[in-house]
């Protein structure tokens, strides 16, 4: 079964460091770019950061560049996001997304992790 | 990166079909064929209905399409379904090799 599995979430002070994770199987993680997506509560889907299959080419929304740092091990089936300076506004629920693959979409989806930023 | 406009809400009652639009500007919608759809029920996450602006994934319903004019793209449920009530995403691509989604669209089977 094609399965995207996040961890990592939780509950951190502003100004805070969290590292998420999301684990890949039932496909060839090393041949897909695979995204972050987020959702804050009540709110819509917001695109944070993607990284193609051979870590070449990374992007970053701008709300979070300078912040977040997005990373992936292939030999480990790994997507890693890196999450520093962590705002009030960054509290969201953390979707890993695979790409379709030959084209621009998210296909697969994990379940999501909770991320909460308060004091 | 501004959000691509979706309306708010729309309902429909069951076997009617009804449409849900999504604009944006020229770097994005207007100017590729990237535009994708996701359905989104409480508590789960996403799941792509449509991606290049009218392609339907293996098992998605071809009671599900969608088309793209100018700078508006549009997903069209026809025959609708209790199971259908969920909110809808799009999402286009754009010139700064970024993705960006609309707000949103609650759907609302009546």
């Known amino acids: 079964e094609v399965q995207l599995v996040e961890s990592g979430g939780g509950l951190v002070k502003p100004g805070g460091s969290l590292r998420l994770s999301c684990e890949a199987s039932?496909?060839?993680?090393?041949?897909?770019?695979i995204n972050w997506v987020r959702q804050a509560p009540g709110k819509g889907l917001e695109w944070v950061s993607s990284?193609?299959?051979?870590?070449?080419?990374?992007y970053y929304a701008d709300s979070v560049k300078g912040r977040f740092t997005i990373s992936r091990d292939n030999a480990k089936n790994s997507l890693y996001l890196q999450m520093n300076s962590l705002r009030a506004e960054d509290t969201a629920v953390y979707y890993c997304a695979r790409d379709l693959g030959g084209t621009w979409a998210f296909e697969i989806w994990g379940q999501g992790t909770m991320v909460t930023v308060s004091s | 990166q501004s959000a691509l406009t979706q309306p708010a809400s729309v309902s429909g009652s069951p076997g009617q079909s009804i449409t849900i639009s999504c604009t944006g500007p020229t770097s994005d919608v207007g100017g590729y064929s990237y535009v994708s759809w996701y359905q989104q029920h409480p508590g789960k996450a996403p799941k792509l209905m449509i991606y290049d602006v009218s392609n339907r994934p293996s098992g998605v319903s071809n009671r599900f399409s969608g088309s793209k004019s100018g700078n508006t793209a549009s997903l069209t449920i026809s025959g609708l379904q209790a199971e259908d009530e969920a909110d809808y995403y799009c999402?286009?691509?754009?010139?700064?090799?970024?993705?960006?989604f609309g707000g949103g669209t609650k759907l609302t089977v009546l």
């Open positions: 990284i193609s299959s051979s870590s070449s080419y990374i």
């Open positions: 039932g496909f060839t993680f090393r041949s897909y770019n």
């Open positions: 999402s286009s691509y754009t010139s700064s090799s970024v993705w960006v």
